[in-house]
């Protein structure tokens, strides 16, 4: 009898309640059901969560995408093989030797408040002209709505597992990343963070590709001190300006061997205390007046949040210190920056469902031979492709036969178009957002994605079956990985 009530409860509650046909992220999280919720979640949870099928490739198609990937394995189901254009090149110089790599991870970085066409005006003055010799792409999405999936995003375009694939970390599927990748050909990997890289399990992925140098907040020098304090007890770590200086003094005066060097930045996060108040406190007011002409009537908008806008411009400052430092040292030359953010930050109200993930993406460069906007949909896991197919043609690496990367390549398109197929996953018990071409699932429903990551709902039901279709193939995939740990095939010298 109490498990008919318990089910009679829950099916009240689960069609009791309508909400609006289109709301904001924000607003849709307000008034939600949250009986709804936990109904919906625990059901597809203990009915479907642990079963995986063998009928791989029934739906997933990508006639439709610049790489057509031709799968190899069922016992893999990710493993392909396929051409990797080289869409970079063109915008290079020849390259006289192989380059050193140096990725800028910024904490919370989102496009609404960074850059060309940043709807809440950009607060990163440094990063604005920075664009001005760089590569931009201003269609430009992260993986995942939180941190957890910006290196294996970035660095490999890898499947989620069940609350991302940092936490598969006691045994992570044999992979091959960007960075084991370039380790192979005689890069060394080095990967700095202000903050403990056991939080999220960073250390354990980034260990898994045998850097030569891992530092975190243990290995900060005594002169340096931990960013400040809310309550006087927790911080994250190490602001950014110290995570940059730390870093520059910790990395070898000079190299034998090319460089992969990665910094992630922590300062823009929650709970938003920034080092130097008084300093910032300022500059916030000169920016919203002097350089973004915020009319007097708005600037209380902007106040409302004003912690949250002077990190970002601390972090911006940061970078410019970084970049200003790094030209004094003699392979800065010979280096390519590829400068993104994680997510864009929740706590200012977002736009739409999409704009979570709508991030800056920046390739700076001296080797560089001209400058460009992009308005092509790109992601971060087309980051690690198009890098790869660059170097091999640049710098003659040597590449696996055998990927098993998620995305395609770096859209160069000058105009909107979207040519990408991925899974996006909000928070580590989200996965409920799909994107292909110009079609946006969320969470039961479709949209139109036009330029600026804007998106309009759409009723199209032949396009929603489709996009269903194949978000249930790739979850199904993605459970048989986790269960499996089968991504890709081992050496039979490890397996021995």
């Given at each position: 009898?109490?498990?008919?009530?318990?089910?009679?409860?829950?099916?009240?509650?689960?069609?009791?309640?309508?909400?609006?046909?289109?709301?904001?992220?924000?607003?849709?999280?307000?008034?939600?059901?949250?009986?709804?919720?936990?109904?919906?979640?625990?059901?597809?949870?203990?009915?479907?969560?642990?079963?995986?099928?063998?009928?791989?490739?029934?739906?997933?198609?990508?006639?439709?995408?610049?790489?057509?990937?031709?799968?190899?394995s069922d016992a893999y189901p990710f493993l392909h093989t396929a051409e990797y254009p080289d869409v970079l090149s063109p915008y290079f110089d020849s390259l006289q030797q192989a380059p050193d790599i140096v990725f800028i991870f910024l904490e919370s970085f989102g496009k609404a408040y960074s850059?060309?066409?940043?709807?809440?005006?950009?607060?990163?003055?440094?990063?604005?002209?920075?664009?001005?010799?760089?590569?931009?792409?201003?269609?430009?999405?992260?993986?995942?709505?939180?941190?957890?999936?910006?290196?294996?995003?970035?660095?490999?375009?890898?499947?989620?597992?069940e609350k991302?694939?940092?936490?598969?970390?006691?045994?992570?599927?044999?992979?091959?990343?960007?960075?084991?990748?370039?380790?192979?050909n005689e890069y060394e990997i080095r990967y700095f963070i202000g903050s403990d890289k056991n939080f999220d399990?960073?250390?354990?992925?980034?260990?898994?590709?045998?850097?030569?140098?891992?530092?975190?907040?243990k290995d900060f020098d005594s002169k340096y001190s931990k960013a400040p304090s809310a309550s006087g007890n927790f911080t994250w770590g190490f602001a950014d300006k110290e995570l940059f200086r730390n870093g520059l003094e910790k990395l070898p005066q000079s190299y034998s061997k090319p460089q992969v060097i990665t910094f992630q930045t922590q300062t823009s996060h929650d709970p938003y205390i920034v080092p130097e108040r008084p300093f910032y406190e300022e500059k916030l007011k000169n920016h919203l007046e002097q350089t973004l002409k915020i009319p007097s009537s708005e600037i209380p908008d902007y106040m409302a949040y004003?912690?949250?806008?002077?990190?970002?411009?601390?972090?911006?400052?940061?970078?410019?210190?970084?970049?200003?430092?790094?030209?004094?040292?003699?392979?800065?030359?010979?280096?390519?920056?590829?400068i993104t953010g994680d997510h864009r930050l929740p706590e200012i109200p977002m736009s739409d469902?999409?704009?979570?993930?709508?991030?800056?993406?920046?390739?700076?460069?001296?080797?560089?031979?001209?400058?460009?906007?992009?308005?092509?949909?790109?992601?971060?896991?087309?980051?690690?492709?198009?890098?790869?197919?660059?170097?091999?043609?640049?710098?003659g690496i040597q590449l696996p036969e055998q990927k098993t990367w998620l995305g395609q390549v770096l859209d160069t398109a000058r105009t909107f178009q979207s040519r990408i197929a991925m899974p996006l996953m909000r928070n580590k018990n989200q996965l409920i957002d799909y994107i292909h071409g110009d079609l946006f699932y969320s969470d039961g429903q479709l949209f139109k994605v036009s330029d600026n990551l804007s998106i309009d709902p759409i009723n199209s039901p032949d396009d929603l079956t489709q996009l269903k279709g194949e978000f249930e193939d790739f979850k199904n995939k993605n459970n048989y990985m986790v269960q499996t740990r089968k991504l890709y095939p081992e050496p039979k010298s490890k397996i021995d």
């Open positions: 009898m109490s498990g008919f009530l318990v089910i009679g409860i829950l099916s009240f509650s689960y069609f009791g309640w309508g909400k609006p046909r289109v709301l904001n992220e924000t607003e849709e999280n307000i008034i939600t059901n949250k009986s709804r919720f936990l109904t919906e979640q625990s059901f597809d949870y203990f009915m479907y969560g642990g079963e995986y099928y063998f009928d791989f490739y029934l739906r997933s198609g990508n006639d439709d995408m610049v790489v057509q990937k031709t799968y190899t850059g060309k066409d940043a709807y809440l005006g950009s607060f990163t003055p440094f990063l604005d002209s920075l664009e001005q010799h760089s590569l931009v792409w201003l269609n430009a999405i992260s993986s995942t709505g939180r941190t957890f999936g910006l290196q294996p995003g970035v660095f490999g375009g890898f499947p989620f597992g991302g694939f940092l936490e598969l970390y006691q045994n992570f599927p044999y992979h091959k990343s960007f960075l084991s990748i370039l380790r192979d399990h960073v250390g354990d992925f980034i260990e898994y590709q045998n850097p030569v140098q891992l530092v975190d907040e004003e912690d949250i806008y002077m990190t970002v411009l601390y972090a911006d400052d940061a970078v410019k210190e970084f970049i200003t430092k790094y030209k004094e040292r003699p392979e800065f030359e010979n280096t390519i920056f590829i469902r999409l704009d979570r993930f709508h991030v800056p993406l920046i390739i700076y460069s001296p080797l560089l031979k001209k400058q460009e906007y992009f308005r092509g949909v790109s992601s971060h896991f087309e980051i690690t492709p198009s890098l790869l197919s660059f170097l091999k043609n640049q710098a």
